[in-house]
T-cell receptor, first 115, second 112 residues
Framework: NAGVMQNPRHLVRRRGQEARLRCSPM?????VYWYRQLPEEGLKFMVY????????ESGMPKERFSAEFPKEGPSILRIQQVVRGDSAAYFC?????????????FGPGTRLTVL | TQLLEQSPQFLSIQEGENLTVYCNSS?????LQWYRQEPGEGPVLLVT?????EVKKLKRLTFQFGDARKDSSLHITAAQPGDTGLYLC????????????FGTGTRLQVFP
């Protein structure tokens, strides 16, 4: 998937624990997008970040979810106090420029299972 | 809220048959993408269409963007087992071209 790295690929958490999902964009890409995919559904946009800035978080749940993309290191999607409904595949995409959704390249995803 | 509806949701066909997947919306999109997703992997971009009425071909796959840029279709000729997968359309909104809006998906199974 064009070099976008996500880890871990699989994550199991018990209800109430925290989940941290990491995304390293393709080299040279400074725009990161997070999407969530429930079983047998399409992907739903969550958040769009540039380095050190959240540009659009209109798809993020109001509570327990946060995202960051620091100056150095990967982008992190953090889910606090996970519940069973958070079980899903979380995909990260990166792009070299803004305003061009057709240049988003997706990572392999992190499959989160909440027990 | 912009929505993309795909049909059919599931499709099981024999190798060699032709098929068409539809992606429809009541909203206009600035561009539309088609992705294929394998189990356990992320979506892989197949094509982007930008101009109303545009037709693009990728080997046995033909993609069309509606004249009004509200709908698209994917036609596969002589399907092969390797075409099996989840096909997703995704649109880039007019007012926010950074956010992809994904369709509901079409799961295709091609039997040998």
């Amino acid at each position: 998937n064009a070099g976008v790295m996500q880890n871990p690929r699989h994550l199991v958490r018990r209800r109430g624990q925290e989940a941290r999902l990491r995304c390293s964009p393709m080299k040279g890409h400074s725009h990161v997008y997070w999407y969530r995919q429930l079983p047998e559904e399409g992907l739903k946009f969550m958040v769009y970040l540039q380095k050190e800035n959240i540009i659009d978080e209109s798809g993020m749940p109001k509570e327990r979810f946060s995202a960051e993309f620091p100056k150095e290191g990967p982008s992190i999607l953090r889910i606090q106090q996970v519940v069973r409904g958070d079980s899903a595949a979380y995909f990260c995409a990166s792009s070299p420029r803004s305003g061009r959704a057709d240049t988003q390249y997706f990572g392999p995803g992190t499959r989160l299972t909440v027990l | 809220t912009q929505l993309l509806e795909q049909s059919p949701q599931f499709l099981s066909i024999q190798e060699g048959e032709n098929l068409t997947v539809y992606c429809n919306s009541s909203s206009v999109f600035s561009s539309l993408q088609w992705y294929r997703q394998e189990p356990g992997e992320g979506p892989v971009l197949l094509v982007t269409v930008v101009t109303g009425g545009e037709v693009k071909k990728l080997k046995r796959l033909t993609f069309q963007f509606g004249d009004a840029r509200k709908d698209s279709s994917l036609h596969i000729t002589a399907a092969q087992p390797g075409d099996t997968g989840l096909y997703l359309c995704a649109g880039s909104a007019l007012y926010n071209t950074d956010k992809l809006i994904f369709g509901t998906g079409t799961r295709l199974q091609v039997f040998p």
